[in-house]
Structures are given as C-alpha cells and as structure tokens.
C-alpha cells in the first residue's frame, strides 16, 4: 500500500485540474503508477507526462537500446514498480530475454553484444555516481551521435525520476509483472 492514497480517478482532482487526468488516461489507458502520485501536483503531471509519448514515439533512441538504458537504471534504482511496467515495453521493443535477464540480475554485462554492453555501462555509471567515464561517453557518441546520446541520456534520468517518485511513495508493483 502506498503511503499516500493514490489518485486512480478524474474525480479524485478539482474541478480545474481533471483534465490532466485525462491526458494521463489518454496516454496510459487509466491512471497508474508514478502519475498515481505525481496527480497529487497536477501541474507537474502535466509538465512530466509529454516525456512518455516522446519516449515511444519520437525519439531517435531505438528501441531494444532505450530499453536496456532504461532497465538498467530501473534496476539500479531498485523499482520494482518501473521495472515491472518496462520490462513489457522493452519485450515489445523487441529486446533479447537475455539481456533482461542479465539487467534483471545485475549481471556482467561483458556477455552482452558490444551495443547492449556499451548502453548498460554508460546508464549504470551514469545512474550510480550521477556521472560517466570518458570511454563510455565517446563509445556511444561516435557510433550513435549527439542527439541520439542526448536523449538516451535524459530517459535514462527521467525514469530514475519515476523511480523515485514510487520507491519514495512506496507504490506497489502491479500484480503479475516481473520481478527481480
């Protein structure tokens, strides 16, 4: 149980801000997880939430890669909540299981193809000191470019923000998602 009630409906908000429960419903299909509880700042729901259509939609990340950016920062951050809610759209994304398993278990990425390696080791360091050492900066930028390392990188700090938001607020996992 969350340690505070989580807003799950557009009646649980004033009059004057439903219709950010709405956007949440129209991005997610029902209102879940960190928006649970960022609805209880409507305002910032609503400044957050364009982040997640980018992410699916317009990034020039590609999928299985923003996937393992975003799994492995997830699991540093010990979300069972993120994970659990990512690990399905990195399986849709096309990510090998072995990957996962590997993110899963805080695994040697070293067994990974040198992509995969490479997008593990820049968002585990980039997540666990707040910074990324010069060989995996330049790894990913000469083969991907500076957009592309831009908003790998801002994925990999926006999901650690939902992180967070649920471990902070202790909102369960979904039922039936996976687990570490």
Known sequence: ???????????????GSKYIADQVNGVFGRIRGPFS?????????????PMVPFNRERTVVEGPLRSIGILAAVREKN???????????????GLREAVIDVLR????????????????????????TSKVDQAAFDALQKRHGTKW????????????????????????????????
Not at 1 to 15: E, F, G, H, K
Request: with cysteine; charged share 20%.
């Open 1 to 15: 149980m969350a340690r505070v009630p989580q807003i799950t409906s557009r009646d649980d908000l004033p009059d």
């Open 37 to 49: 509880i960022l609805l209880h700042s409507p305002h910032l729901a609503e400044c957050l939430l």
């Open 79 to 93: 979300s069972d909540y993120v994970w659990a809610a990512q690990v399905g759209a990195a399986r849709t994304n």
């Open 105 to 128: 278990a805080k695994g040697d990425v070293s067994t990974l193809e040198p992509e995969e390696r490479d997008v593990a080791v820049y968002a585990r360091q980039l997540t666990l």
């Open 149 to 180: 390392l831009v908003e790998l990188t801002t994925f990999i700090g926006f999901y650690g923000a939902l992180c967070g938001v649920v471990n902070a607020f202790e909102v369960p996992a979904p039922d039936g998602g996976d687990r570490f």
